[in-house]
C-alpha cells in the first residue's frame, strides 16, 4: 500500500530528568541519580508516531545550531521523516528544552524553554505550502507561536486542506483558529479550558464537545484515558471505545492517538475507523515506558486481536 503524506509542524525539544530526595530550596544543591537524556517536543512525537504507524511525513520546526539540534536530524532520519523544512535558528537560539526533577515521592517540578521552537514563523510556513498542497492533512500543536499556527490554519483552508489541530499544551486561542479547525483533539482537561471552564467544572465530555462545535470547529475528537475517544460533529455524538491494556506509562498517549488518528484519516478511512486506529496505537503505547520508546509500528497496531 502507498503511504499517504501528512505534513507535521511543531516543536522538537530535549528532556532532561533527574530524580532527587527532595526539590532543592532556593540556594540549596541536592544530590540527584538516574539522570536521562530524552527527545520530546509534542510535534516531534506525533512525527515520529505518524512515521512508525505508516505515514510519509514532512516536518517542520526550527532548531539551534547546536548538539540538540544535531540529535534531532538524527532521530528523523532514523525515523525516515522529511527534514527538508527544519531549519537552524537564524537568531542564535537554542534547541528547545525541558528540565523535570522527580523527587522520591514521584512529584515533578518542569521548567522549558521552547527557545528556536518559536522562531518557526509564517513565512516558514509559506515556504511549506507547496510541498503541504501534496499532503492530505496538516497536524500542528500550540508549542510555537500562535500567529504561526493560525497562519497555517488559514493557509490550509484556503488550499482545501485538512488542518487537524491538537491543542496542547492548553493555552488560549483565537476563536479563528477554532474556526479553520477541520478536527480538534483535546483531551477532557483542554477541552474545557478551551471553553473557559475549569478542568473539574461539572459539565460533561459531550457538552464539551458540543460547545466546541458551536464555536466552529467542525469535528471534536477529544481523547478519554482508558475510556476511548468521543467524536461529536454537528450529525451527532458517537462514543468510540479504548483497548483494556494495563497501564505502565501514559506519557505520550495522546500524541500517539493524535499522529494514529491523522495517519488513518490520511488513507482516507473514516473518522470512526480513524479514532478506533488511534485507540488501538495509544493504548499500545501505555504498555511500555518512554514516549519514543513506546510508540508501536503498524504491524503491532494491525496485528493486535483484542479490537
Request: net charge negative.
Amino acid at each position: 500500500m502507498k503511504k499517504a503524506k501528512l505534513a507535521v509542524i511543531g516543536s522538537y525539544a530535549i528532556g532532561m530528568t533527574i530524580t532527587c530526595d527532595h526539590f532543592p530550596a532556593g540556594g540549596e544543591t541536592v544530590p540527584g541519580t538516574n539522570f536521562q537524556l530524552m527527545h520530546g517536543g509534542k510535534g516531534s512525537n506525533q512525527a515520529v508516531a505518524a512515521s512508525r504507524l505508516g505515514g510519509e511525513v514532512l516536518y517542520g520546526g526550527c532548531v539551534g545550531n547546536d548538539s540538540f539540534g544535531d540529535m534531532c536530524y538524527r532521530l528523523y532520519q532514523e525515523e525516515h521523516i522529511d527534514t527538508s523544512y527544519i531549519r537552524r535558528s537564524e537568531k542564535g537560539l537554542s534547541t528547545g528544552v525541558g528540565l523535570i526533577y522527580v523527587d522520591s515521592g514521584g512529584e515533578n517540578e518542569i521548567v522549558i524553554d521552547l527557545a528556536a521552537n518559536l522562531e518557526f514563523s509564517p513565512a516558514d510556513i509559506d515556504r511549506m505550502m507547496p510541498r503541504i498542497r501534496e499532503c492530505s492533512l496538516v497536524l500542528m500543536q500550540l508549542e510555537m507561536e500562535t500567529e504561526t499556527v493560525l497562519h497555517a490554519a488559514r493557509k490550509c483552508r484556503e488550499a482545501g486542506i485538512s488542518f487537524v489541530l491538537n491543542p496542547a499544551p492548553y493555552r488560549e486561542i483565537p476563536e479563528e483558529l477554532l474556526q479553520c479547525c477541520d478536527y480538534v483533539t483535546p483531551n477532557q482537561t483542554e477541552g474545557r479550558l478551551m471553553l473557559g471552564a475549569a478542568s473539574g467544572d461539572c459539565i460533561s465530555d459531550e457538552e464539551v464537545g458540543r460547545r466546541l462545535c458551536e464555536k466552529g470547529a467542525r469535528n471534536v475528537v477529544m481523547t478519554l484515558g482508558s475510556g476511548g475517544a468521543l467524536y461529536v460533529n454537528g450529525d451527532g455524538i458517537r462514543k468510540i471505545p479504548g483497548i483494556t491494556v494495563q497501564a505502565v506509562d501514559t506519557t505520550g498517549a495522546g500524541d500517539t492517538f493524535s499522529a494514529a488518528f491523522c495517519v488513518a484519516l490520511a488513507e482516507g478511512k473514516s473518522t470512526e475507523e480513524a479514532i478506533a486506529f488511534g485507540n488501538t496505537a495509544a493504548g499500545l503505547a501505555v504498555t511500555k515506558y518512554g514516549v519514543i520508546e513506546s510508540i508501536p509500528s503498524r504491524m503491532a497496531v494491525e496485528n493486535y486481536k483484542g479490537r
